[in-house]
């Protein structure tokens, strides 16, 4: 019922580690840290999804809010090595169309 | 009357209990025979109908509680989560939600839009309650048992 973030920065880009659950207690900590970095214009912001074993749509507000974040800034968001159900529910909702999302799962089973 | 269990939790309308509420439905879907497919989806829906009655509560500046409910049937879950809050506008709530669509601007998303059409997605059948705070009643059934009667299948519970 935890999420760590980790964040590693560099000039053009940044990678986000999340490792544990996005919900409504978590995803408040998850925004704060995206948003700043997505604010920056040129850089990309890739988020590596591959431990986060749960996730709501709470987290597809961070990344909705995220994504219009960049849209204004001229910055990129990309998604990366998803588990399958997390992936199920961009998919659901429609907005693995307007998000970058690298659908090639590692260890999953899809 | 059908013979049913009934378990009840009351938490504090916060955040940081809906991952306990989401290990205890776990704990009983599992119980129950729901395959892992189905787990995942009740944790969602649960969590996305607690989700909307703690953002409920945090609106009025009411610290209350939230009311969970579980019956467990020989063929279904039924879950309700009743949020005791003030009156709530159901037709602005219902209106406008689904799945995102390439003719809408990005900026028109709103990003707390998807919770009960994931509901809805993810469960078998859905009611909301809106005379007295919210109530929303959701169903999920296991459908195992009847596959188990199907001679495609090999049915590996006895």
């Known amino acids: 019922m935890e999420l760590t973030i980790d964040v590693v920065k560099q000039d053009m880009k940044s990678v986000i580690q999340l490792t544990g659950e996005i919900d409504a207690y978590t995803a408040p900590r998850l925004k704060s840290t995206i948003l700043p970095l997505t604010e920056e214009s040129g850089h990309t912001v890739e988020v590596d999804m591959e431990d986060v074993n749960y996730m709501d749509s709470t987290g597809l507000g961070v990344f909705i809010s995220a994504l219009k974040s960049t849209k204004e800034t001229g910055s990129h968001l990309k998604l990366v090595n998803l588990q399958s159900r997390v992936s199920r529910l961009f998919k659901i909702t429609g907005l693995d169309e307007i998000i970058d999302i690298d659908t090639a799962i590692r260890g999953g089973n899809e | ?158």
Do not use: C, W
């Open chain 2, 1 to 158: 009357m059908e013979k049913f269990d009934f378990i009840e939790m009351r938490i504090p309308a916060k955040a940081e209990y809906v991952g306990v509420v989401r290990l205890s439905i776990s704990g009983i879907a599992s119980r129950m025979g729901f395959n892992y497919e189905d787990i995942e989806d009740l944790k969602v829906a649960i969590s996305e109908a607690i989700t909307n009655a703690v953002d409920h509560a945090y609106r009025e500046g009411d610290d209350g509680e939230i009311t969970v409910g579980f019956g467990v049937y020989e063929n279904r879950l039924e879950v309700m989560v009743a949020d005791h809050g003030g009156s709530f506008n159901l037709q602005e709530i219902k209106g406008g939600i689904g799945p995102y669509t390439r003719s809408e601007p990005v900026e028109n998303l709103r990003e707390g839009g998807f919770g009960l059409f994931l509901i809805n997605a993810l469960m078998d059948k859905v009611e909301i309650n809106n005379n007295y705070g919210v109530i929303v009643l959701m169903t999920k059934y296991l459908y195992e048992t009847e596959v188990g009667l199907d001679d495609d299948q090999i049915s590996t519970t006895q």
